[in-house]
């Protein structure tokens, strides 16, 4: 009985990533929020942690030299989607496209700048899997978290972020790390920290811990206009010492008839209300 050769992933044979960044002359730019990873195991652990990619479109937001990307390929994504700001990378890229057997396709597009649902249109993306820049991270989940159309067009994020971000997005009411990020995720979806990683890993070291975060939508988030929760959760906690008819004085001619209308003491403060409390209000606001 003949068995089945199973060919080996042209990726496979790349050198690796740090001799392909020497050769290149690359080097994090701070500014843009880069640290390289370049162990491949952890990389092929993240895009596993993502769940099985094979018939998915990944959308990848900086992938830097590529090495999660390296990863996501091997790890049998059928198609990687990869936005890369630093043309500095083209060449690498470029090269890694071509291992890529036409599995890989490269925008040189400012990831804040994208409108995320006509690009899913065109490239058929599916699920969110990146190491997001440091300095723009929060900023593009607050994007995908606040889409008007709901279920979105991804099945689920997998970022890496800083691991105070992953805290926030888990953050119960009434603990420190409770924000609008925490009211904005949990009303929308399910998120969870799948693990962290300690600085040593990346290149440069960034000064703190990070944090693999899985967001999954909820199919249903219910009635409430999303952009009309994130203004009342942007005044709440835009001055969360102050009392909710005090903060809220700038989103309501009378903030005290709002809050006693939704069932809400005045007197407290934004991080004492929980995710249905702040849906409840944005329902009244509404109306």
Known sequence: MLLAVTEP??????????????????SAK???????????????RIARAAGPLKGVTVLEIGPGPGGLTRALLLEGATRVIAVERDERFKSTLEHLEE???GRLKVLFQDAL??????????????????????NIGTALILGWLTEERWPPWFDKLVVMVQREVGERLIAAAGTKNYGR?????????????????????????????SALVEFTPRIEPGAVPIKLLEKLTAAAFGQRRKML??????????????????DIDPSRRAQELSVDEFARLATTLAR
């Open 113 to 134: 700048q994208i409108n995320y649902d006509v690009l899913s249109a065109q490239q058929r993306v599916q699920r969110v899997i990146a190491n997001l820049p440091y």
């Open 99 to 101: 291992y890529s057997g």
């Open 181 to 209: 990020l925490a009211v904005l995720a949990q009303f929308r979806g399910q998120p969870r920290i799948l693990f962290t990683l300690p600085p040593s890993v990346f290149v440069p070291p960034p000064k703190v811990s």
């Open 9 to 26: 992933d042209p990726i496979a044979s790349l050198p690796p990533l740090r001799e392909a960044i020497k050769a290149a002359g690359l």
């Open 30 to 44: 701070k500014s843009l929020g880069q640290n390289f990873l370049l162990d491949l195991n952890i990389a092929r």
């Open 245 to 262: 008819r005090s903060s809220l004085a700038g989103i309501s001619q009378n903030p005290a008839v709002l809050l006693q209308r939704s």
